[in-house]
């Protein structure tokens, strides 16, 4: 397990050393100068100052790519918690081939799905919105979702809930002290991975957004696009995208590790 962690932390720390040197080359194992020894002479902001500056659009693009995964996120747990609640618990014909519906956008290649929502998009003047790009990255966190949330269900025995009920407990009772302290973790994992999906989408984000709509995962693909060679400035945006990310998934393990069971 200390293997793994190690070997999962090797590239952040790359990420991390790269995201501050100004020249690192071949030899070196660490930057022969620094961004903060450079910049005392630079004309132009440079590293992190033109990060920060309002030219590189950076702040914006994550402070983009922050709200529109967490409004995702919170209808998509509106839509997919209800259907996660049928497919877990009851019993109707043509239950599999729903589940199997929910499956196909992981099937399919998004590529493919981002063309035909594109042509949807401009048909009903979504296209170029934030609206219309917070609407195609339900397409990638949907399926995952419902996939996460149904196995969540499914670990829930309702039989509680009416014993619960038939001791007085009102719905409202019943959810709060009772399917949410068992559910908790189970939907905390799913919110955290809708959230990653949204943030990470990049295809679908270029294709709707038609250059109107920049997140930091477009940001960074575009500057990839330019070589693939890993600057400082682009290795900033690369962390910028992931250190939120690792910031949530220590958040959620924290409290995951403080919570207790049916605690009210």
Same mark, same amino acid.
């Given at each position: 397990?200390? &293997? ?5 932390? !090797?590239? &952040? ?8 040197? $100004? ?42 790519? %922050? ?18 609640? !049928? ?33 949807? %998009? #401009? ?24 996939? #996460?949330? #149904?196995?969540?269900?499914?670990? $829930?025995?309702?039989?509680? +809930? ?8 009102? +719905? ?16 905390? %994992?799913?919110?955290? $991975? ?10 679908? #984000? ?48 924290? +409290? ?9």
């Amino acid at each position: 397990m200390r &293997f793994a962690a190690v070997g999962a932390a !090797v590239p &952040f720390v790359a990420l991390g050393v790269a995201a501050f040197a $100004f020249r690192w080359g071949w030899p070196d194992l660490l930057p022969s100068e620094w961004w903060w020894t450079a910049r005392e002479r630079a004309r132009l902001p440079i590293g992190w100052d033109y990060l920060a500056s309002p030219a590189s659009r950076a702040l914006e693009g994550l402070a983009t790519s %922050a709200v529109m995964a967490a409004v995702v996120t919170l209808v998509g747990l509106a839509l997919a918690w209800p259907a996660a609640r !049928v497919l877990a618990h009851e019993r109707f014909r043509g239950r599999a081939l729903v589940e199997g519906a929910f499956l196909v956008p992981l099937v399919v290649p998004e590529l493919a799905i981002g063309l035909g929502l594109a042509a949807w %998009a #401009t048909q009903i003047g979504a296209a170029g919105t934030l609206w219309g790009v917070g609407l195609v990255h339900l397409v990638p966190v949907l399926p995952y979702l419902v996939r #996460t949330l #149904t196995a969540v269900e499914r670990g $829930f025995d309702r039989d509680l +809930a009416d014993a619960a009920r038939v001791h007085g407990a009102t +719905a409202w009772e019943v959810v709060w002290h009772l399917r949410l302290p068992l559910l908790g973790p189970g939907v905390a %994992a799913a919110t955290l $991975f809708a959230y990653l999906v949204s943030v990470h989408v990049v295809v679908l #984000t270029v294709l709707i957004g038609q250059g109107r709509v920049e997140t930091t995962a477009v940001q960074l693909f575009a500057r990839l696009g330019g070589g693939g060679l890993l600057d400082p400035i682009t290795a900033g945006l690369a962390l910028l995208l992931t250190l939120p990310a690792l910031v949530l998934l220590v958040v959620l393990e924290v +409290a995951l590790r403080r919570r207790t069971p049916l605690a009210g």
